[in-house]
C-alpha cells in the first residue's frame, strides 16, 4: 500500500510541474493556443497530452503543433524524474481557459480607422 501512495504522490508532483510548465511562457503554448482559440470563437479548451494533435475544434498550425509536441516531450522527461515510465498515465488532459480582456484605447482607436 505504501508504494501506492508513493507512485499517487509522485503523479500528482507531476500533474503539478506540468500545469505550472504550461502556464508559463517557457511552454510557448499561450501565445499559438490563444490564437486558435481566439481563431475557432473559444475562450477554452483542453489538451490531450498523450494524444499527438491538436486540440479538437482548433486549426492545425505548425507554431502550435511544435508547441504541444515540445510540452509533451517536458512531460515524459518530468515523469522519468520522478520514477515514472508513460505506462503509469493512462490519460493527461490540460484544460485552457483565456479570458476576453478589453481592447486598450489604442486598440479601438486603430479597429475603428479601419472601419
Do not use: N
Not at 510541474?17 to 479548451?45: F, K, R, Y
Not at 483542453?46 to 507554431?63: D, I, N, W, Y
Not at 509536441?69 to 517536458?74: A, G, I, Q, T
Amino acid at each position: 500500500m505504501q508504494s501506492a501512495m508513493a507512485s499517487l504522490k509522485k503523479l500528482q508532483a507531476v500533474a503539478h510541474d506540468i500545469a505550472h510548465h504550461a502556464q508559463s511562457s517557457l511552454s510557448w503554448i499561450h501565445p499559438h493556443l490563444g490564437e486558435a482559440c481566439a481563431e475557432a470563437g473559444v475562450l477554452d479548451t483542453s489538451v490531450e497530452l498523450l494524444m499527438s494533435s491538436c486540440p479538437r475544434g482548433l486549426a492545425a498550425r505548425k507554431p502550435l503543433e511544435l508547441a504541444l509536441s515540445s510540452l509533451r516531450e517536458k512531460f515524459f522527461e518530468m515523469l522519468s524524474t520522478y520514477g515514472l515510465s508513460r505506462e503509469d498515465v493512462r490519460a493527461v488532459r490540460l484544460e485552457f481557459r483565456f479570458y476576453a480582456r478589453l481592447a486598450t484605447r489604442r486598440e479601438r482607436q486603430i479597429y475603428e480607422e479601419d472601419q
